[in-house]
Structure formats: C-alpha cells, structure tokens
C-alpha cells in the first residue's frame, strides 16, 4: 500500500491569488495522477505527473492555469493560478506502486475562493 | 469519457447484501473492472477488481458477467458505514494507466 500525505488539507483564498497544495508519498512511484472534484460531482482528472518530464494534461485543462511540478519519485505539486470562485473544489492526488495495481489516493485538499 | 454506467443512487437495509450492478458493454479484453469507493469528505478507497473470474476480498464480492460487459458488487451485509458513493471503472492493470472516473453510484444504508 502507500501512504499519501496531502497540504493543506483546506484553505480559504482570495481570489486573483495562487495555491500550491503538495502530495508526498512514503515509497517511490513512476506516476502521480491530480483530480478536481467540483462539489456533489465525480472525480476530473486534470493531469498525470512523471518524473523528469512534463506533465500531461487532460482536454479542458492547460499548464497556465495548473501548474504542476514533480522533482522526484515521492513529491509533487499543483499550482491553482489566478484563481476564481469556479475553482473552488476539493484537489486529489493519486499515485499507483511497484507491487499492486490498485491506485491510492490522498484525502484531498479542499479549495475555496472567495 | 468513463467506459462504465451505474445508477445514481440506492437504497439497503442495514444488515442485508447491496449489490450495485455496472454496465461496461465496450470493455476490452485487456481491461479489467474495478471498483472505488468515496466516504464523505475522504479520498477514494479500493474495494477490488476482476478481469472474468468472480472475486472475492474481506470488503466485497465482484460478479463479472460471462460476456464481460456487466458486473455486479456485492457488500455482503451492509453496514451503515458502508453509506458512500460507489464507482465502477475499467482500466488495464497497468500501474501508470490513468483511471477515469464516471458518476457513480450513491448507496444509502438504511438503519
């Protein structure tokens, strides 16, 4: 299993401004996965993370706006940017490791913009 | 898009078997099925996932039909923490595959 540590778990921001919420993870993994889930609505993936490289992105989601950086096998952020109300939302991070083929997933960081 | 549909939400007495059915009529023969769940306000958890044989873990049970295109989970005596929205997904067991989410399915235990 992994244990995945996400901060802060919740912040209040004004908007215009940026948040970077932060994933670590306690063991090596090749992805890291970074979902929006808006209130009463499923999971968004926004993009997939691999180390050394850059992140790739889902349609309707652009690195301007999502910034994401992935320095070594057991961290990574993402950046809201210029952010608005419509962004408020709980962020997730998600990770798959060596031996199961099962993903886990932090308990998220909830966002609002006010 | 998710590959999966469900309904969108049931109702189980306490202490009775909820079975959640999943129609997944175009999956591939590489893909398995999988199952999540998400308790209010906590990240998703992994229940268990099959490819054609029925499954069996100490959370649940998963029936997957012979043709593959339809599954069923089963939480064999439900419990009123067991309240939680159910998600079905189809993925290849590949641990850097992307998983996608589709609406799931809200199960209410009923005491």
């Known amino acids: 299993s992994a244990v995945i540590s996400q901060k802060p778990s919740r912040d209040i921001c004004q908007r215009g401004t940026s948040l970077t919420i932060q994933c670590q993870v306690d063991s090596q993994v090749t992805m890291m996965f970074w979902y929006r889930q808006q209130p009463g609505q499923s999971l968004t993936l926004i993009a997939t993370?691999?180390?050394?490289?850059?992140?790739?992105?889902e349609s309707g989601f652009v690195i301007d706006k999502f910034p994401i950086s992935r320095p070594n096998l057991t961290f990574s952020t993402l950046t809201v940017s210029n952010m608005s109300p419509e962004d408020s939302s709980i962020y997730l991070c998600?990770?798959?490791?060596?031996?199961?083929?099962?993903?886990?997933f932090g308990q998220g960081t909830r966002l609002t913009v006010v | 898009d998710a590959k999966t549909t469900q309904p969108t939400s049931m109702d189980c007495a306490e202490g009775r078997a909820a079975n959640l059915p999943c129609n997944h009529s175009?999956?591939?023969?590489?893909?398995?099925v999988y199952w999540y769940r998400q308790i209010h306000s906590q990240g998703p958890q992994y229940i268990i996932h099959?490819?054609?044989n029925n499954e069996t873990n100490e959370m649940a049970s998963l029936i997957i039909t012979e043709d593959r295109k339809s599954s069923t989970l089963i939480l064999p005596h439900a419990t009123l923490r067991d309240t939680a929205v159910y998600y079905c997904?189809?993925?290849?067991?590949?641990?850097?595959?992307?998983?996608?989410f589709g609406k799931g399915t809200r199960l209410h235990i009923l005491p």
């Open positions: 997904i189809v993925r290849v067991a590949n641990r850097d595959d992307k998983i996608i």
């Open positions: 099959g490819l054609k």
């Open positions: 993370a691999n180390q050394g490289s850059e992140a790739t992105y």
């Open positions: 998600s990770v798959d490791v060596t031996e199961n083929t099962e993903a886990f």
């Open positions: 175009t999956i591939s023969g590489n893909e398995y």
